[in-house]
């Protein structure tokens, strides 16, 4: 992985931020894009650098096909056509029913969650071209794409969605030696699960339905997305590995 150059997106925190450290550690130059937080971002791209790798910050929001452009012209005219893509941006379900749920929050997950890992994508191959070659495009996706949760209907369709995306990709690309995978996470420790993070009480009653019997670190789910982008994984295409303790394994017990 030493000197890909690697985009991440969502990179200013949980496992965007993990990701683009672990890719640091490889020795890539690595593209921190980041939805607001300016300060997060500059953290983020300070722990690529103490890592190994290189860094820069983008302020890109996903759902912006104009902002989308930008980032990626942006790194081309610094380093060069990225060969790795990593999709992290994303919202969290709402936990709004559908008879409640508004049409403007619908659209504000679908379009970040969905549409923005379609238009990541589409810019992360239009800007490679015609050439071929080893290059990874990695989603992060969730156990929720196919394991659905009351007032998760924004989120899950979103990301179930986001699996047909990754597996129509992949066959649209491989001739060209583009990988596309989706890593499809359960309960791991960022700030989409604040709560479970700040109140260890809370967290032990969740980790119970966990058969691993923890939550997930979001350097484990980073280590596997290096792994995925790297030459060890290049017969991999088209699939959706989980990483969730067995926690989805669970989900037709007791009834």
């Not at 020795?27 to 722990?47: E, F, I, K, M, N």
């Not at 994303?90 to 379609?118: C, E, H, K, P, Y």
């Not at 989980?242 to 007791?254: N, R, Y």
Request: some cysteine.
């Amino acid at each position: 992985m030493a000197e890909r150059i690697v985009v991440v997106t969502g990179a200013e925190s949980g496992i965007g931020a993990a990701c683009a450290r672990a890719f640091g550690a490889t020795g890539a130059r690595v593209a921190v894009l980041y939805h607001s937080d300016t300060s997060a971002a500059a953290a983020s791209a300070q722990a690529v650098r103490d890592a190994g790798g290189t860094a820069m910050t983008i302020q890109a929001d996903v759902d912006d096909e104009a902002k989308v452009d930008h980032a990626f012209a942006t790194v081309e005219a610094e380093w060069g056509v990225a060969d790795v893509l990593v999709n992290s941006a994303g919202l969290n379900m709402s936990g709004v029913a559908v008879r409640d749920m508004a049409l403007a929050q619908w659209r504000r997950l679908i379009d970040t969650d969905l549409t923005g890992a379609f238009l990541t994508s589409r810019r992360f191959l239009t800007g490679r071209g015609t050439r071929s070659g080893d290059a990874s495009i990695l989603h992060i996706s969730s156990i929720h794409a196919y394991a659905v949760r009351a007032g998760g209907a924004d989120y899950c369709a979103a990301k179930g969605g986001l699996s047909n995306l990754v597996e129509t990709l992949a066959i649209e690309e491989a001739p060209r030696g583009v990988r596309v995978n989706a890593i499809e996470p359960g309960m791991i420790l960022t700030p989409m699960n604040a709560r479970a993070q700040a109140d260890a009480d809370y967290r032990r009653t969740l980790e119970k339905n966990i058969p691993a019997g923890r939550a997930g670190d979001p350097g484990e789910v980073a280590d596997l997305a290096v792994f995925l982008a790297s030459d060890k994984a290049r017969y991999i295409t088209g699939a959706r590995i989980v990483i969730d303790g067995g926690l989805s394994l669970m989900q037709a017990l007791g009834a």
